[in-house]
Protein backbone atom coordinates (compact mmCIF):
# COMPACT_ATOMS: atom_id res chain seq x y z
CA UNK A 1 0.00 0.00 0.00
CA UNK A 2 0.98 3.87 -0.58
CA UNK A 3 3.00 5.12 2.69
CA UNK A 4 4.11 8.70 2.65
CA UNK A 5 6.63 9.67 5.86
CA UNK A 6 7.83 12.97 6.33
CA UNK A 7 10.68 13.70 8.94
CA UNK A 8 13.19 16.80 9.40
CA UNK A 9 10.88 19.67 11.05
CA UNK A 10 11.74 21.45 13.78
CA UNK A 11 12.33 24.66 15.86
CA UNK A 12 14.20 26.97 14.35
CA UNK A 13 14.66 30.77 14.58
CA UNK A 14 14.08 33.74 12.03
CA UNK A 15 16.58 33.12 9.45
CA UNK A 16 17.22 29.57 10.01
CA UNK A 17 16.48 26.85 7.90
CA UNK A 18 15.53 23.29 7.57
CA UNK A 19 15.41 20.46 5.33
CA UNK A 20 12.53 18.46 5.08
CA UNK A 21 12.36 14.82 4.02
CA UNK A 22 9.14 12.88 2.49
CA UNK A 23 9.91 9.49 1.85
CA UNK A 24 7.52 7.42 -0.10
CA UNK A 25 6.56 3.43 -0.71
CA UNK A 26 3.91 1.66 -2.27
CA UNK A 27 4.09 3.25 -5.72
CA UNK A 28 6.04 3.55 -8.79
CA UNK A 29 7.54 6.99 -7.17
CA UNK A 30 9.22 7.95 -10.38
CA UNK A 31 6.36 8.41 -12.25
CA UNK A 32 4.42 10.54 -10.33
CA UNK A 33 4.86 14.10 -9.48
CA UNK A 34 4.79 15.38 -5.59
CA UNK A 35 3.59 18.40 -3.58
CA UNK A 36 4.33 19.54 -0.65
CA UNK A 37 1.64 21.46 1.74
CA UNK A 38 1.51 22.94 4.64
CA UNK A 39 -1.31 24.09 7.17
CA UNK A 40 -1.00 26.37 10.15
CA UNK A 41 -3.58 26.85 13.06
CA UNK A 42 -6.91 28.05 12.20
CA UNK A 43 -5.87 28.14 8.42
CA UNK A 44 -6.56 26.28 5.07
CA UNK A 45 -4.27 23.38 4.02
CA UNK A 46 -2.17 25.36 1.03
CA UNK A 47 0.23 24.16 -1.81
CA UNK A 48 3.56 25.25 -1.13
CA UNK A 49 5.55 23.25 -3.20
CA UNK A 50 5.15 21.03 -6.16
CA UNK A 51 7.79 18.92 -8.78
CA UNK A 52 7.17 16.90 -11.65
CA UNK A 53 7.69 13.02 -11.74
CA UNK A 54 11.42 13.87 -13.61
CA UNK A 55 12.12 16.59 -10.93
CA UNK A 56 12.14 18.90 -14.38
CA UNK A 57 9.67 21.37 -14.17
CA UNK A 58 8.81 22.85 -10.14
CA UNK A 59 6.44 25.14 -8.85
CA UNK A 60 6.09 27.63 -5.60
CA UNK A 61 3.62 29.48 -3.83
CA UNK A 62 4.49 33.18 -4.14
CA UNK A 63 5.10 33.71 0.15
CA UNK A 64 8.00 31.10 -0.71
CA UNK A 65 9.50 31.82 -3.93
CA UNK A 66 13.18 32.28 -3.74
CA UNK A 67 13.84 30.77 -0.40
CA UNK A 68 12.17 27.27 -0.48
CA UNK A 69 13.86 24.64 -2.86
CA UNK A 70 11.89 21.39 -3.92
CA UNK A 71 14.24 18.57 -5.04
CA UNK A 72 13.66 14.72 -5.73
CA UNK A 73 15.92 11.65 -5.33
CA UNK A 74 14.11 9.08 -7.68
CA UNK A 75 16.75 6.23 -6.56
CA UNK A 76 15.89 7.15 -2.83
CA UNK A 77 12.24 7.52 -3.49
CA UNK A 78 12.23 11.02 -1.70
CA UNK A 79 11.33 13.92 -2.30
CA UNK A 80 12.84 17.47 -0.07
CA UNK A 81 11.69 20.76 0.84
CA UNK A 82 14.78 22.86 1.78
CA UNK A 83 13.51 26.20 3.60
CA UNK A 84 15.87 29.05 3.91
CA UNK A 85 15.39 32.28 5.88
CA UNK A 86 12.51 31.15 7.68
CA UNK A 87 9.99 33.70 9.02
CA UNK A 88 7.48 33.15 11.58
CA UNK A 89 4.36 33.03 9.26
CA UNK A 90 6.04 29.92 8.07
CA UNK A 91 5.08 28.30 11.48
CA UNK A 92 3.05 24.94 10.29
CA UNK A 93 2.40 21.40 9.54
CA UNK A 94 4.19 20.49 6.59
CA UNK A 95 2.58 17.88 4.72
CA UNK A 96 3.64 15.42 1.72
CA UNK A 97 1.16 14.50 -0.99
CA UNK A 98 1.26 11.93 -4.19
CA UNK A 99 -1.52 12.15 -6.53
CA UNK A 100 -2.17 8.60 -7.65
CA UNK A 101 -5.03 7.12 -10.26
CA UNK A 102 -7.07 10.61 -9.14
CA UNK A 103 -6.84 9.49 -5.04
CA UNK A 104 -4.44 11.66 -2.63
CA UNK A 105 -2.45 10.34 -0.73
CA UNK A 106 -0.90 12.05 2.36
CA UNK A 107 1.74 11.78 4.98
CA UNK A 108 1.13 12.22 8.93
CA UNK A 109 3.10 15.52 8.60
CA UNK A 110 5.98 17.35 10.34
CA UNK A 111 5.60 20.25 12.51
CA UNK A 112 7.96 23.04 11.64
CA UNK A 113 7.81 26.51 14.10
CA UNK A 114 9.93 29.42 13.46
CA UNK A 115 10.37 31.56 16.95
CA UNK A 116 12.93 33.55 18.55
Known amino acids: QVQIVESGGGLVQPGGSLRLSCAASGFTFSNYGMNWYRQAPGKERELVAGISSGGDFTNYADSVKGRFTISRDNTKNTVYLRTNSLKPEDTAVYYC?????????WGQGTQVTVSS
Open 97 to 105: KATIRLADY
